[in-house]
């Protein structure tokens, strides 16, 4: 049996526990707060039961890496027709994972994520990404629920009749901003059922209108810091400062785009070098990285110190206690050097410690704080 939950039970007490990058990540409860491999390979026909080779993540990666607890993302945009059915769709396929693979088991509470753990089981849980998937109806909300989904992000890119999205809010696309009432019945109902609210992806206002009315902490499941990168898609100061109060957590990203603010300035150039000089087609950053030769790619890449960077701020912003990771793997095209996939987690351990971070520190980040989170929304 592990020896995990012990360590992370006596957080504060005191560990004399030496530094090596091994010793520390195997004690560390890792949790993952998004992961998309659901979307972008088991509903392709991959069988992630196997290594695959290809994607950023399978059970053979996961468990190279140290992951303990891992969120898998269930999505679909928001032009999908029928986007419940296509969630259930999705839920269905991870359950015939767990099925078919004794080393992986469904978290719903935890009580079952301290068992899995315990037995040294890949905990699996549940976000959907996406209020549009709820197609306006609180009784899915109910349904998914039921089905073990731990977390709702509101708003993908596309905003919903009752929120707006960052993306829209930043094109000025919104037709309206915040929550609308049904918006505000979604809240109080997750906060009933003790279903986790994402804050990523949604507007400032959908953000600050659930602050207002939410009774739980809330998540930020996979955004980073808009002071380092000013991209809508990142959190500004007052929205750092504004989680902590909350008592939520942010996962941080590991998408490029996200992380370093030179991104998509090096992409156009590096299109306008090795594709087109003249970008007539008005391609989007990550078409037009896809278009890029390999050696292209990698020179885009930033170190992965830079994520450390992002937690440095927001450790230093919001407090050691309000900082997880929510690294995006298989819903990018580009991540820092050193992470090329799950497997490669003990190297962002590696990293911090180098950092200066102490073994309590490291330990809240990498799973320690989120499991708090979880267990408020069941008390």
Known sequence: MKTKLLIFLSLGVGMAYGQQVDDIHKKAIVIDMHNDVLSESVMKGKDITKSIHKGHTDLPRLKKGGIDVQFFSVWCDGKKKAPFAYANKQIDALNRIIKKDSGIVLGTNMREIEKGIAQDKLVAMIGVE????????????????????????????????????????SRKNSKQLGLSDFGKKVVERMNKLGMMIDLSHVGEQTFYDVLAISTKPVVVSHSDVYQINPHYRNLKDEQIKAIAKNDGVIGVNFYSDFLDPSYRRKVSLLYAKYVSKIDTIKLTVDKKFNLLPQKAKEELRPSLSLIVDHISYLVKLAGIDHVGLGADFDGMESTPIGLNDVADYPNLTEVLIKCGYNEEDIYKILGGNILRVIKAQQD
Not at 149 to 161: A, E, I, K, P, Q
């Open 130 to 169: 996406g209020g549009h998937m709820i197609e306006n109806r609180l009784d899915y909300i109910d349904s998914l629920h039921r089905r073990g989904v731990n977390y709702l992000t509101l708003t993908w890119n596309n905003s919903t009749d009752w929120a707006s999205s960052a993306a829209d809010e």
